[in-house]
């Protein structure tokens, strides 16, 4: 036990003794330079520079054109492009699906399937359109009974909890 005690102790002082770092100009043997440093110090110092560079990177790389520059990051004109070019893309084929339907309709008269006192452009446009089917929202017999059954056991939880 007391052989930790003493590894402890020791580590302690060699973090705390203080230390001198002197640069010397090695003509004159002048001192240029001298700091009073701890080894407790030091890590202290280069820790915090380590994490203020590490800010600093990711700050310019987060807030400057730098990002696009990263592998799965895209510019910003490159996304607005791509909007554009889905809205466009998906205009163009609502008109091509109308102008495939207009020239159905005028295929089945000029075959004769249809006649020429039914056909009208806006009645087949707006066929072309097709509305969203009415989904059926009423719920079915399965799941009446199991709202019954979770109401049952709710029920049956406040009454414990209130006792």
């Known amino acids: 036990m007391s052989g930790k005690r003493l590894k402890r102790k020791k580590l302690k ?7 001198r770092l002197i640069i010397l100009n090695e003509d004159t043997f002048e001192e240029t330079f001298s700091l009073k440093l701890t080894l407790m110090n030091v890590f202290v110092v280069a820790t915090l520079g380590a994490i203020i560079i590490t800010f600093v990177t ?17 510019s910003s004109k490159l996304k607005r492009e791509a909007t554009e070019l889905a809205l466009k893309s998906d205009s ?9 339907a207009y020239i159905q309709s005028i295929q089945k008269v000029l075959t004769g399937e249809l006649e020429f006192s039914k056909f009208n452009k806006d009645s087949i446009l707006s066929a072309a359109a097709q509305a969203p089917s009415p989904t059926n929202l009423s719920a079915s017999k399965e799941e009446l009974e199991l709202r019954e059954q979770v109401a049952k056991e709710e029920k ?3 009454s414990k909890k209130a006792n």
């Open 13 to 19: 002082e060699n973090l705390f003794n203080k230390r």
């Open 58 to 74: 990711t700050f310019i790389i987060a807030f400057t054109p730098l990002r696009e520059f990263i592998p799965g990051y895209s």
């Open 92 to 100: 163009l084929s609502r008109a091509l699906k109308k102008n495939e």
């Open 156 to 158: 049956k939880q406040s």
